[in-house]
């Protein structure tokens, strides 16, 4: 079996889900990777270290500014070359994008967001959340067309890279149309904190802190571990936090390391957004709050006065 | 215009899912059915467009079983011209539902934009509406919360995620993911729930649009729901105690800080 992993990358580092995918059980399958971008040379190293036994590079003025369309020609492009059986990509927000774009184009099967994946004699298994993770379900392949597969960040760990190992690396060229879409603008509004649907840990608070101004005991915590600080949707519909940070089935689905839930009940429609936590720590004031049935590990208490103190004991520990 | 709303019917957020007895998908008895919520969006940003644009029909297609009529009644409620529902069944697909779609949308016309909810909330594939577009050789933009129309284009706020906005301007026809913030989407008055439930609503059979069930390239079987959680480990003491000790346990125990 031959498995195209196309890299994802940013300012000239490869991105840590793409890393991932590198941890998944891959079996004996042959392992190609595809980068696209301007100025992508400098990634076959590391792809190579990570498993890729051959590197394809993209490169291209054309693919500076990244948009699905053309991102999503060039791979068109390049994939009936390469030949590979399955393709995989991350699922983030441009993985999202150019999956199905790819799917349509080369006549493939989809299986995206899949949590589990496993590759063996030409055997690909695959287990994917349904209804935002209240359940899972096993893909089933109908026939024996292209399969192009996204996985969740955070389904499997990066491999270490083995210096020992290079790949052969060849340039591709494409050629692409007049595009339809123009990218104009990057207006950058993240700040320094991790996104929740990368984060390895994540700080959440609901609607009991009150206040936009009482997220600072959320963010001073989230800071002292570098964990993301995801929202309730009732925290988001009061305004305390932007839509982005929401988690729950109509906000970002999240499977960080560690979740840590301050203030939140645990409506199902949340539950479902962060069940597949590997970990889940709970602080409430009510010990019968729905999110204790799904904790790991659990304070009952106040939030005001517990989160503070867990800063103040990272510190502590930390020597800082 | 000729402005075209693509809109799944889902299970109520507030579900419980209850699985099948053979496994292979959930058992529907007792579900409240709505329009998936990124779908509401994709209705309201149309309606809003329509009433800008005079002449402008929103048309709205479902994909599903006979239930999906109530959810395009609903459709038809919030305003939209009129509905059509492409009978395939509630597991087809993203290959089969975008055929469909594709299909409906060539039957009907042409299309100036097509709608989508960034993805519904049952597969959360967001891969039909990209697919749709691959199809119809339209441009698709995705996850979009602010748009700006022009003269035969419009210019996009797409969410990147990370708080990262992307500006992407296109030609139309295209096809739009809305995504939350784009708008906020009307409720249906009572008069006009009652008055949407007299419309006509057409049905496309699988063999009026030309495809079929079997060209499905996936289907999902063996549904799970999450694994039983052993009891909460709570940890007791003064408020300081408790906090040493989850550090401790998350520095020590889960190693994840």
């Known amino acids: 079996m031959k498995i195209l992993i196309i890299a994802e990358h940013k300012n000239g580092v490869l991105a840590e889900a793409t890393r991932e995918l590198f941890g998944l059980p891959l079996g004996q399958a042959e392992i190609h990777a595809v980068v696209a971008g301007e100025g992508i040379a400098p990634l076959a190293e590391p792809l190579g270290q990570l498993g890729a036994a051959k590197v394809r590079l993209v490169d291209s003025p054309a693919l500076a500014g990244g948009t699905g369309e053309s991102l999503g020609q060039a791979l068109g492009q390049v994939i009936p070359q390469l030949a590979p059986d399955v393709v995989l990509t991350a699922h983030t927000p441009q993985g999202r994008d150019l999956a199905p774009r790819l799917a349509e184009g080369l006549d493939a099967a989809l299986a995206t967001d899949c949590i589990q994946a496993t590759f063996n004699d030409g055997q690909v298994t695959l287990r994917r959340p349904v209804y935002a993770g209240k359940a899972t379900a096993e893909v089933e392949f109908t026939d024996d067309s292209l399969k192009v597969i996204t996985i969740r960040p955070r389904t499997a760990k990066a491999p270490e890279p083995d210096t020992a190992l290079s790949a052969e690396v060849t340039s591709v060229s494409v050629q692409l149309s007049e595009q339809k879409t123009v990218l104009k603008e990057i207006i950058a509004g993240g700040g320094e904190r991790p996104d929740v649907t990368e984060a390895a840990i994540i700080v959440t608070g609901g609607r009991s802190l009150g206040s936009a101004e009482n997220f600072s005991i959320i963010e001073n915590f989230a800071d002292t571990i570098g964990a993301a600080v995801g929202s309730s949707r009732a925290a988001v519909d009061a305004g305390y936090r932007p839509y982005r940070d929401q988690v729950g089935q109509t906000g970002k689905v999240v499977s960080p390391q560690v979740y840590i839930a301050c203030g939140v009940s645990g409506a199902i429609q949340h539950l479902a957004g962060m069940r597949t936590s590997k970990h889940i720590v709970a602080i409430n004031t009510d010990p019968d709050a729905p999110i204790f049935q799904l904790a790991d590990h659990g304070i009952v208490g106040d939030l005001f006065e517990v989160v503070p103190l867990l800063a103040e004991a990272v510190k502590n520990r930390t020597g800082g | ?257």
């Open chain 2, 1 to 257: 215009m000729n402005i075209f709303v693509c809109i799944r019917q889902v299970p109520d957020t507030t579900t419980r899912i209850k699985l099948r007895e053979d496994g292979n998908g959930i058992d529907e008895t007792d579900i409240q059915w709505i329009i998936s919520p990124h779908d509401e969006l994709a209705i309201e940003e149309a309606l809003q467009l329509r009433d800008r644009q005079p002449g402008s029909t929103v048309t709205v297609l479902s994909a599903g079983p006979e239930r999906v009529v109530e959810s395009l009644r609903m459709a038809l409620a919030m305003g939209a011209d009129s509905a059509v529902r492409l009978d395939l069944p509630g597991d087809a697909d993203s290959v089969v539902n975008s055929q469909a779609l594709a299909a409906a949308i060539d039957k009907q016309g042409t299309a100036d934009v097509v709608f989508v909810g960034k993805e519904a909330i049952d597969n959360g594939a967001g891969a039909v509406g990209t697919m749709l577009a691959v199809k119809l050789g339209f441009p698709c933009i995705n996850v979009v919360n602010g748009i700006d129309y022009g003269a035969g284009s419009v210019t996009c706020r797409r969410d990147v995620g990370g708080g990262n906005i992307e500006i992407i301007e296109t030609t139309l026809p295209a096809v739009i993911s809305a995504q939350v913030g784009l708008n906020e989407p009307r409720y249906a008055t009572a008069l006009n729930i009652i008055k949407a439930k007299k419309k006509p609503i057409d049905t496309l059979s699988t063999d009026e649009l030309g495809i079929s069930e079997a060209d499905c390239k996936t289907l999902l079987k063996n549904f799970e729901l999450p694994p039983p959680k052993q009891p909460c480990h709570l940890i007791e003491g003064s408020p300081a105690e408790q906090a040493t000790e989850l550090v401790r346990v998350l520095a020590e125990d889960i190693q994840a800080i």
